[in-house]
């Protein structure tokens, strides 16, 4: 699944993606500010870079994400959110297994 700038304010988006080629190597990817996405019970597997991208407030939960080569689940504030409230989002009862470690970096980066 690949959203751009979208607000879907709260709709369910569920999705499966298995070892098929996906934009940016990603199998979900909430880019450009998509936000309010309720992202749930999906299968990701098998893919080139993350499981899960998202640039914005949204909430991810009872995800399966199987032989992601690179993060499962990364965030990445655009520019004007640096800095932000993110409480809003929600990343819960995710099913996570990587070849390699899982590692959560909590730093934002500089404008």
Do not use: C
Request: glycine content about 10%.
């Amino acid at each position: 699944m690949y959203s751009w700038g979208m607000d879907v304010q709260g709709r369910r988006s569920p999705t499966t993606s298995s070892g098929k080629p996906r934009p940016l190597g990603t199998g979900i990817y909430l880019d450009a500010g998509s936000k309010n996405f309720y992202v749930h019970d999906n299968l990701v597997q098998d893919v080139l870079w993350n499981g899960v991208d998202t640039t914005n407030i949204n909430v991810i939960e009872n995800n399966t994400l199987m032989d992601v080569q690179h993060q499962s689940i990364n965030f990445v504030p655009p520019a004007d959110q640096v800095g932000k409230d993110w409480s809003a989002g929600v990343v819960a009862h995710n099913q996570v297994a990587n070849p390699v470690p899982l590692y959560v970096y909590l730093g934002q980066p500089s404008a």
